[in-house]
């Protein structure tokens, strides 16, 4: 089964983006640090309603937030794949209950941490479990107890269920319009049999 990428989602990844790069730049005194409280991270677990739109928004505006933090481009790249590794595995992970939601909000903060603690300890020059643990920190608060607490009220205001309706209805438009349009493709390559016939018959 595969969904498209539509202009909605295009418009969704680009609200993210600003939203979560605005969300660093504003905060950057706790957001640049091994120890660090990245709210805009609060946004992650929306991945989980939204999809690849958080994923990728949220990626893109960890590039942008990061060139502005002037770490470096190790920062740059691992911060962009370690938010749309964590939010990919999260919209996986955190399809069903509450206790799903739960554990796909547990995911991201274990990839974030693991990428993110290990090469700023690299930057920073510190031991690997200084900046795991400062990471591990920030994002509890950010992810598991923020973004969590986000994700839950979304839930309960009914704009997850209405997510969900539309990423279904857009999977049966084009699993319908698939089974519609190949039939008419493959009568078209096949020869006319009749057309074929009278050639034959001509010659």
Request: hydrophobic share 50%; proline share 3%.
């Amino acid at each position: 089964m595969r969904v498209k990428f539509d202009t909605r989602d295009l418009a969704l990844a680009a609200v993210f983006a600003a939203l979560y790069a605005a969300g660093v730049i504003l905060l950057a005194p706790v957001s640049f640090e091994v120890y660090q409280v990245r709210v805009a991270d609060a946004l992650l677990p929306l991945s989980m309603i939204f999809g690849m739109p958080v994923a990728i928004g949220s990626g893109l505006g960890c590039l942008v937030a990061n060139v502005y933090g002037g770490l470096g481009v190790v920062d740059i790249v691992g911060g962009t794949i370690a938010n749309f590794v964590a939010c990919t595995l999260a919209w996986y992970v955190g399809k069903g209950g509450i206790a799903r939601r739960f554990l796909g909000s547990f995911v991201e903060t274990a990839v974030i941490t693991a990428i993110v603690g290990g090469y700023l300890a690299l930057i920073f020059k510190v031991p690997v479990e200084v900046g795991l643990f400062g990471i591990f920190v920030g994002s509890i608060v950010a992810i598991n107890i923020l973004g969590f607490a986000l994700l839950e009220g979304l839930h309960r205001s009914g704009v997850a269920k209405n997510m969900l309706e539309g990423f279904h209805h857009k999977t049966r438009f084009y699993m319908k319009r698939s089974s519609f349009v190949n039939p008419i493709i493959s009568s078209k390559s096949k020869p006319n049999a009749s057309s074929t016939w009278s050639n034959v018959e001509c010659k």
